[in-house]
């Protein structure tokens, strides 16, 4: 294993440890990953892959070295994102705007599961490409853990989180004092 999976699903989590602002990133962040690449669907790379397929397989190959056996199932759900994003440039009218208008509400939504319900700002003020880049496959874990897969790994993810996240309250209480 190239990448520290417990330690970077540990990091991600502990801005996403309240169950309503999990549930939104449930939903917003395979939106948002959607989204993104309706935006780069026509742009050329001179590869011979398409912008979608480029961003598929960059997030495949991640999730493939943080752990094959979790990632290997959201290779598909990568598959469909990028084959139906180009589709959906080819046959819906007005496709960025539609596309937009998913983005920034998705956006929103996650800002305010951050502000309302995490009462934290989200991780991609830490870490801005960390998020962007792990943030498809957390929720792609959590789903997993939901579920009741991975228990182990669930034990010992929330394990590092919750200490983290005292550790995060007791640095702001100490800038408060």
């Known amino acids: 294993?190239?990448?520290?999976?417990?330690?970077?699903?540990?990091?991600?989590?502990?801005?996403?440890?309240?169950?309503?602002?999990?549930?939104?990133?449930?939903?917003?962040?395979?939106?948002?990953?959607?989204?993104?690449?309706v935006f780069v669907a026509e742009v050329e790379t001179?590869?011979?892959?398409?912008?979608?397929?480029?961003?598929?397989?960059?997030?495949?190959?991640?999730?493939?070295?943080m752990d094959p056996v979790i990632a290997s199932p959201y290779l598909l759900l990568l598959f469909a994102m990028q084959e139906t994003s180009t589709m959906f440039i080819k046959e819906v009218e007005n496709p960025y705007i539609l596309a937009i208008a998913l983005h920034v509400v998705c956006w929103i939504f996650q800002f305010i599961g951050h502000g309302v319900f995490e009462k934290r700002?989200?991780?991609?003020l830490t870490s801005f490409f960390q998020s962007l880049l792990l943030a498809p496959f957390f929720v792609?874990?959590?789903?997993?853990?939901?579920?009741?897969?991975?228990?182990?790994?669930?034990?010992?993810?929330?394990?590092?989180?919750?200490?983290?996240?005292?550790?995060?309250?007791?640095?702001?209480?100490?800038?408060?004092?």
């Open 140 to 177: 792609w874990v959590e789903v997993l853990f939901k579920l009741g897969f991975q228990k182990d790994l669930h034990e010992r993810v929330n394990h590092i989180v919750c200490k983290q996240i005292h550790e995060w309250k007791q640095a702001e209480q100490a800038k408060s004092n």
């Open 121 to 124: 700002a989200p991780a991609l």
């Open 46 to 65: 001179g590869l011979p892959v398409n912008a979608p397929q480029l961003v598929a397989i960059v997030y495949g190959v991640f999730y493939m070295l």
């Open 1 to 37: 294993m190239f990448v520290d999976k417990e330690k970077q699903l540990a990091f991600y989590a502990s801005y996403h440890h309240e169950t309503i602002n999990q549930w939104i990133h449930i939903i917003c962040v395979p939106l948002i990953l959607w989204s993104s690449m």
